[in-house]
């Protein structure tokens, strides 16, 4: 158990609707960072908090966004979905952003029919 | 653009026998190298990390990695393969001194059979 959380772990909508995810990091962490994960893009980074602020930005879609909030907590929002957007996300957190380890939460598993 | 490949989709070793996955990379400087385990329905467990120093890297379970400069390669390792490390691989790179986008190779499969 890495100590970073996500809820929820399954998730079944439909296409042109939106969904939260959530991420608590490992105690102490300050830094949250977002992933896809797809059979045809593999593991892909799509951005990075840390301390409440936006860091690094990767391949994420304009009709997603994120935030973290005070209590360090991650959200990530994907609206009018598409059967393509159907993946795992994953979730990562490390202590400061620099060189250190990312420790990963078991994910949420999304699917858009 | 950094870059990793992970050239073996899956490698097959028998219990007791030595493993190797096979990792190389292209990043502009000094490079951050990670490999994680990833098993069915969980997510990415981190296995151990190059940054610095000894380029024999020593982690989780038994795991070794070796770093290579000149052939910019970081290859896993295992001395004694168990029926239990069979999962997906990931290596990974990060320039250092950059925001911390972490590229990841596509994995690698590793079956380990009695």
């Known amino acids: 158990d890495s100590g970073v959380t996500q809820t929820p772990k399954h998730l079944i909508t439909a296409t042109g609707q939106r969904v939260t995810l959530r991420c608590s990091p490992r105690s102490g962490d300050l830094s949250v960072y977002w992933y896809q994960q797809s059979l045809d893009q593999g593991l892909q980074f799509l951005i990075q908090y840390y301390n409440g602020e936006e860091r690094a930005k990767g391949n994420i879609l304009e009709r997603f966004s994120a935030q973290q909030f005070p209590d360090l907590h991650s959200e990530l929002n994907l609206s009018s979905l598409e059967l393509g957007d159907s993946a795992l996300y994953f979730c990562?957190?490390?202590?400061?952003?620099?060189?250190?380890?990312?420790?990963f939460g078991p994910g949420t598993r999304l699917l858009v029919l | 653009a950094q870059s990793v490949a992970q050239p073996e989709d899956q490698v097959n070793v028998a219990e007791g026998n030595p493993l190797t996955v096979k990792c190389t990379y292209s990043v502009s400087g000094n490079p951050y190298l990670f490999w994680y385990v990833q098993y069915p329905n969980r997510g990415l467990q981190f296995l151990l990390k190059?940054?610095?120093?000894?380029?024999l890297v020593k982690g989780s379970y038994g795991f070794e990695a070796e770093f290579n400069k000149s052939q910019t390669s970081f290859h896993l390792k295992k001395p004694s393969a168990l029926v239990s490390d069979s999962a997906l691989y990931f290596c990974a790179v990060r320039a250092s001194g950059t925001a911390s986008k972490l590229t990841f190779g596509t994995g690698t499969r590793l079956q380990v059979t009695l």
């Open positions: 990562a957190s490390s202590q400061s952003g620099n060189q250190e380890t990312q420790y």
């Open positions: 190059y940054i610095t120093g000894d380029n």
